[in-house]
């Protein structure tokens, strides 16, 4: 897994690693030869251009420029200022430095002529602003990313396409869309998530010096980065010795009269992952209904209110479905009402392994007045307990329901205020956005980002379906919860890719993801055990 530090922790592995010897010169030094290695791994390098900033950023932009220059190709760094006048004394030494080495340079360029040295160049390197990037994006930067943005030349970005908060991932106006962001020491959040996302191309991170490990670590890493062999762990052995019962079996309890097609979603997604047997409750009133569309799982009906909402009456039913179940869904489409908070309340009390979503969720908010971090005792369990909210249901949970997390950050504070005030390990908040954070008292793992397909009506009760699936599947015995979320997301991630190889990229509906679940499941174990087959862009 690679660790993901926010940027105020990356400066404080800057002073760590002086401590052990290599000072910040060094480390400038080193970035700007990473960043020059990887600019001329793309091939076909002559010509080169560098659009310096006047912060440590544009000197590593320098030195990548001498690095270049170096090896033969013909480099041009373009500058607001003379190197002379850079105020700060290491960017200032290493431009002066690339000066005397025979780079030339470009001091504030008209827009037509950094177009036409942009369209001679066969990469260009951007090193405007890095992680010192604050507020929004001032002359001569914002019209530069405009020229960079239109040329059609490739773009490496150093450490972050500028623009980019590292630590936010927003991108509040112009920013540089590279083809390829060359991070240094590790991974930050803003590089995964929201604008982030779009405008990194693929992500390398040139770790700078052999300590760097150790010391990113030890620095209290704000989540970690899947990569495809660490799931070995939570995979199922393929295995042919299996009957309908040893697959695990799954309850599905959700729907309303204005919500039908949620529960149907959750209980296919659950049995095309993998459940070998899976049971549908919903409102009595609708069940002609679902089980029209769903001939192979079995349709119970609960006692259900005037309003077309499970009923209190259905309590003990529910509680006696769940006991015979491996693991349990609740929350699709099930609305909150007296009956569905008693529901959900009653399953927080059992033993069996449980995922809450949509609904759900809204019923713990309203049972813990949107407090949920002040009411521990709700969530405390023996089994495990995967609580699946979006950015607005994980607000409405904290108390921020006008104010809810607007980055992967936030994201992963809120749900640790969750985690971290039940305290046990049986207990994670798959926290989703543009970025998902699958969030344990221990860890936050973040999977790979599935595509943008998956931004569609239905996707998350899909989501639900394949984690009680998987939890299912374990019997409730599982070391990490956190790693068999992530690979959850990641199998619906998947899947998502594969359905719009058919429907196309905006044609993907929910039912298409399930159909491909199957397929995506076995393509990934097949990855997983033989990732030196698969040379896909794990960084993205
Ligand atoms: N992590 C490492 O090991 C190393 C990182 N390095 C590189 O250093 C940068 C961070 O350098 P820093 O000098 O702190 O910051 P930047 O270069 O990113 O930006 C500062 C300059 O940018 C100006 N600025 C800030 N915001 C804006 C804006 N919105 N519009 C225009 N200009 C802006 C800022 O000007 P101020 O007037 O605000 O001061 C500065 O001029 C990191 O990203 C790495 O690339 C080192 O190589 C060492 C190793
Ligand atoms: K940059």
Redesign the pocket.
Known sequence: MQPVLNVED?KRV?VALTRVGVS?SE??HR?GCAAAQEALALGDVQNAVILA????????GWVAAEALLAHGVNVKVVTPIEPDQLS?DLARQVAQRAVRAGVSTLVGPSRDELEGLLSASDVALDCM??????????AP?DIWIDCVNSSGVRVVA???PSGLSAQTGHAPGACVVADLTVT??CLKPGLLADDGRDVCGSIVVAP?AEQTEQIVVEADPVAWRTDLEDYLDVMAPPTTAVDKFSRGSVLVVGGSSRFVGAPILAARAAARAGAGYVTLAVPSCIVPQVQAHVLEIPVVGLPCDEDGTISKDAVPIVTKLAEKRSAVLAGPGMRVSGGTVAVVSALLASPTPLVLDADALNCIARLTSGKLQDFPEILRRSTPLVLTPHRRELGRLVGKEENPPASLVDQLEDARKIVWSDGGSELVVVAKGTATGCVGVEQAILPKPGPAALATAGSGDVLGGIIASKLAQTYGRVDNLPLLCALSCELHGYAATLAMERMGSRGVMASDIIDELGIADDALGERVTFPDADNGDENN
């Open positions: 990356v800057e910040i480390l400038m970035a900033g006047m912060g440590n950023n544009g000197g590593d700060g602003l890095g992680t010192g990037f604050h507020g929004d994006v001032r930067f150093v450490d972050v240094m020491l700078l």
